[in-house]
Structure formats: C-alpha cells, structure tokens
C-alpha cells in the first residue's frame, strides 16, 4: 500500500482501485505540486469543513464519482451539491469496501465554505490492509488521544503542528506519546507563513522519546 503526501494535510492512502484521499486542498495551497483534475481516487474522507481541509473536494468527488465521507453537515451539504456521500460522527465506525472508518474527537471548529454550520470537526482512524492509520484533522492536544491509542496499535499518525490553529510540535510531540503510535508524519506546517515550524526539531523530539518520525515532502510517496 502506498501512502502520498499532497501537502498541508492531504493525504491520499490506498492502491489505484481504491484510493482514498483525505482533506483534498490542492488549489490554492502553495506546498502542493498535485492538480485536482488530475487526482484519482475512489472515496474522499474529510475532517472537517474549512478551506483548507474541504478544499477541492467537489471538484474531485465529481471527476472521480466518489464516495465523501463526513460528519453528517457536511455530508447533507455535499449531497445538496449533488455529490455521494456517506454521513458519519463522533464515535462511530463503518466498515467500507477499503476498510473500516471511525471518526474520533478533535477540538477545534469547522465550518463550511459558504460559512454553514458544518458541525464538530473530527480525526479519522482507519483500519486499512492491515494496517491502521490515524489522521488528526485539526485539533489542540487532549489526554483522550490515549484512548484513541488504546483501541489498537496504530502503524501511523499524521499530527499537525503548525500551531497557531493546533497543535505545535511539542504539544505533537505529547499527542504521539499518549497515542503511543509507531510512526508519527507532521502535516499542517509550512504551507503558510504564520504556521512556519521546524519539521527537523519535530523529528527530533519524537525520536527522543524513542518514535520513529518521516517528514514527507509534498508530492512524495512511501510504501507501508
Ligand atoms: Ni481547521
Ligand atoms: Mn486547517
């Protein structure tokens, strides 16, 4: 299975036939070397609703007829667009073609592009090819990631640590210990200036505290 970075936090996991792509912010984001014509994916799965998550998620859900999975206002909100999409919250799990889906806690706010209500924001825990994957969304740090830990091994965690809308490294650097992941990727830096971090001190700290951390630049693809 592979893993591509898009940049920001836009990820995109899964072999050809049912690739997933999270948080799909291409147009506009200044780190990222993908177009939104030119992604193909199977399912498009969201954490919350801001810009700079939602992003081209229209555009590629139609090119692509994909599946949107969501919380349940933005999922009625992209079907009103005229989209499929599978609505979700907080706690709750389902188990797709691909994998199973749970949406965790994030603390944060999440509104919509025409500035609606789009409900809580939330992180995503996916259970894929044997494999789990946890993708923070945007959130501050809070002690409940440990049971988000507890409910299974997780391979790897993408962490934002920005800061000035989330976490910042060392509160990352917490997070990854209490969800007691394996392999922990920073997303949500350097893409503008006022979230500018150090990803190196990142790697730094999490392999201080015996983690192994990859920094993946913009368009790069790992195996897992
Ligand atoms: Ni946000
Ligand atoms: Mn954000």
Known sequence: MEIKFHGHSCVQIGSDENSIIIDPFLTGNPIANAKAKDI???????????????????????????????TAEISYYCEKMHRKSHAMNLGGSFTFPFGKVKLTLAHHSSSL???????????????????????????????????????????????PIGDNFTMGIDDAVKAAELLNADTIIPIHYNTFEVIKQD???????IESIGKKCVIMSPGETIKI
């Not at 994916?41 to 998620?57: E, N, P, Q, R, S």
């Not at 090819?129 to 091994?153: P, Q, R, V």
Request: hydrophobic share 40%; charged share 25%.
């Open 199 to 205: 990803a190196n001190e990142f790697k730094r700290k």
């Open 40 to 70: 193909k994916c199977k399912y498009v799965i969201l954490t919350h609703g801001h810009a700079d998550h939602f992003g081209d998620t229209l555009e590629i859900a139609g090119d692509n007829d994909a599946l949107i999975i969501a």
């Open 113 to 159: 592009p025409d500035g609606s209500y789009a409900g809580d924001p939330a992180g995503i825990l996916l259970n894929i090819e044997g494999k789990t994957i946890y993708h923070a969304g945007d959130t501050a740090l809070f002690y409940d990631m440990k049971l988000i830990g507890e409910s299974g091994k997780i391979d790897y965690a993408f962490l």
